[in-house]
């Protein structure tokens, strides 16, 4: 079992910085591709970003491209996000995937944070 525990969020205005953090209490997280996902309120959660195991590879959905980074050392993978906008506005959860490749649904991931609330203001 893997115990997900994120952290960094906040409020922040528009334009601003935030970097989210992502560990697991007691284990290294090498063993696994690493995802964030957001959901609003209302909406389902969706797929944000992700890094393979070793931190080679990185996938991101267009709207956050330029803007958001995703990284990773052996017991951390973290989420800088800048030039925030009110529509990043979201709870982010990481997420822990043992398959071999980048899943971008839900049902990829076999462990999940609590998540921590991004509130980005105008």
């Known amino acids: 079992q893997v115990q997900l525990v994120e952290s960094g969020g906040g409020l922040v205005q528009a334009g601003g910085s935030l970097r989210l953090s992502c560990s697991a209490s007691?284990?290294?997280?090498?063993?696994?591709?690493m995802g964030w996902f957001r959901q609003a309120p209302g909406k389902e959660r969706m797929f944000v970003t992700a890094?393979?195991?070793?931190?080679?590879s990185t996938y991101y959905i267009d709207s956050v491209k330029g803007r958001f980074t995703i990284s990773r050392t052996e017991n951390t993978v973290y989420l800088q996000m800048n030039n925030l906008k009110p529509e990043d506005t979201a709870v982010y959860y990481c997420?822990?995937?043992?398959?071999?490749?980048?899943?971008?649904?839900?049902?990829?991931?076999?462990?999940w944070g609590q998540g921590t609330q991004v509130t980005v203001s105008s």
């Open positions: 997420a822990a995937s043992s398959i071999a490749y980048f899943p971008v649904i839900t049902g990829g991931y076999n462990y």
């Open positions: 890094i393979n195991r070793n931190g080679g």
């Open positions: 007691g284990r290294t997280l090498t063993t696994y591709n």
